[in-house]
């Protein structure tokens, strides 16, 4: 059975290696030693000022828009994971959609200022599948409007954007470590932050609020990543490059061998150094994607419908209309893409493809 993606499973002596300190030290949660040593190996490689690791992709949406929502309306994108949505309306606040640019698939930006009120407090936007949203853009409306900008980068782990981390644009940046994603911890997260002030709110929200045993800052949340999940972290770290590597040939594959004239791809934004996190194709109609899904399931092969349906018609929130979003979702399909994934199966699913479009 092929699935659009495996974990990546690393040599299960290095896991153990990394759990046997966790019994030694007889520490399982609470930033411990393998926590540490994860957030510092993490935050040299993506080279961002500042990391705090937490327990899974969704809890630092809720705290970001806990300290910068306000209760107030979210500018966001209908085509992200059901995640981004949710995350808004747990906390309080009232989503508002903005279509997407047709080929970047990311925010429109140039639509963002029209769905500004007196009540919009923020803005949150994901860098879909690791392509980077129009950062210049949506920084100069929030600076003209003093909004605060906050990106769900789950998809974006290494991506870099003009030189720099993606995690490095916005007020904050989360990311997702979950077992489906890049890199993983099993379940697990990360929030990013530039500024200090933010980073102290960030750190002691994701920790109940603790200031010390006693005493505390504020409002929190638990948060934390575990030792056993770091351990997993610690475990896959040494295969980031290989993974990345290996996700790439496997894009060129496709590149090079899919039917493009019958066929749209992810078009990337320039200047971005992409992590090949997920392959989409755009078919040209939504018939055409459920012929091509059921042969490939005859085939015992399972891409995924990412990411359908288009967030603003969930069943929770009152019907908007998204054009562009929900023509994409409709006909968006992500192919199989992990490490290990063969040359014949590859082989397999272009032809299925090629011969059902
Ligand atoms: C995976 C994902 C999340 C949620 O991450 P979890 O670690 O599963 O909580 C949030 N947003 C997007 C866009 C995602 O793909």
């Known amino acids: 059975m092929i699935n659009v993606t495996k974990t990546f499973l690393p040599p299960i002596e290095e896991y153990h290696n990394h759990l046997q300190r966790a019994w030694d030290n007889q520490w399982l949660t609470n930033r411990g030693e393998l926590v540490l040593e994860l957030e510092a190996k993490l935050k040299n490689y993506l080279s961002v000022p500042n990391i705090i690791a937490t327990n899974n992709g969704t809890i630092p949406l809720q705290i970001a828009l806990k300290l910068l929502g306000n209760g107030g309306e979210i500018i966001t994108t209908p085509f992200s994971y059901v995640a981004t949505t949710a995350a808004i309306v747990w906390e309080n606040c009232t989503p508002v959609f903005v279509d997407i640019h047709p080929e970047y698939l990311t925010i429109d930006e140039t639509k963002i200022e029209e769905a500004i009120t007196p009540k919009t407090t923020a803005i949150l936007a994901t860098h879909v599948f690791g392509n980077p949203c129009n950062v210049a853009a949506v920084e100069v409306i929030a600076k003209k409007y003093n909004l605060k900008v906050i990106y769900d980068a789950a998809h974006a782990f290494g991506v870099t954007y003009n030189g720099k981390s993606i995690f490095e644009y916005g007020d904050i940046s989360t990311c997702s470590f979950h077992a489906t994603k890049l890199f993983h911890t099993g379940e697990g997260g990360a929030m990013f932050t530039n500024d200090s002030d933010l980073q102290h709110k960030m750190f002691y929200s994701h920790n109940f609020g603790h200031k010390d045993q006693l005493q505390f800052y504020g409002l929190g949340i638990n948060g934390k990543i575990s030792e056993l999940q770091a351990a997993m972290g610690l475990s896959v770290f040494p295969f980031i490059d290989f993974i990345i590597d290996e996700r790439k040939k496997i894009v060129n594959y496709y590149n090079q061998n899919l039917n493009f004239s019958k066929l749209k791809g992810l078009k990337l934004r320039k200047d971005v150094e992409w992590n090949y996190s997920y392959f989409p194709v755009i078919f040209e109609s939504e018939n055409k994607l459920l012929r091509v899904q059921k042969k490939m399931n005859e085939n ?43 040359e014949v199966d590859l082989n397999k699913i272009v032809e299925l493809i090629n011969e059902n479009i």
């Open 300 to 342: 015992e092969i399972f891409p995924r419908r990412y990411f359908y349906p288009s967030l603003n018609t969930l069943p929770y929130l009152e019907k908007v209309k998204m054009e562009i979003s929900e023509e994409i979702s409709v006909k968006i399909l992500c192919l199989p893409l992990y490490v290990g994934l063969s």
